[in-house]
């Protein structure tokens, strides 16, 4: 199993407070200052996790949003960015 049990853990953990934060990071800003929540240049403490399991685990965390309900894709896209990044990937952010 890539990651260990732990990683996988505090990788959950980690997302689940980052997505219950979002709406509090966006409430009242412009799109241009949302989109620096995903930066470019990110440590990678979740090296190892497959790109599947990161993606499946952040479609998991958010498809119940209680907040932020008619802005389902910035949630998803930002958390999915920035989790892929501290994973070690070199995700692509595309909104239309």
């Known amino acids: 199993m890539a ?3 732990f990683l996988r853990a505090l990788f959950r953990t980690h997302l689940w407070l980052s997505a219950r934060l979002i709406p509090v990071l966006v409430a009242g800003r412009d799109f241009e200052s949302v989109l620096k929540l995903a930066p470019l240049q990110l440590p990678t403490p979740y090296r ?3 790109c599947s399991y990161v993606v499946s685990r952040v ?3 958010v498809r119940h949003p209680w907040v932020m309900r008619d802005r389902r894709c910035l949630r998803e896209g930002l958390l999915g960015f920035r989790f892929l ?3 070690g990937f070199n995700p692509d952010l595309h909104f239309g």
């Open 59 to 61: 479609n998991r965390t």
């Open 48 to 50: 190892g996790l497959p």
């Open 85 to 87: 990044r501290m994973a």
């Open 3 to 5: 990651g260990g049990p």
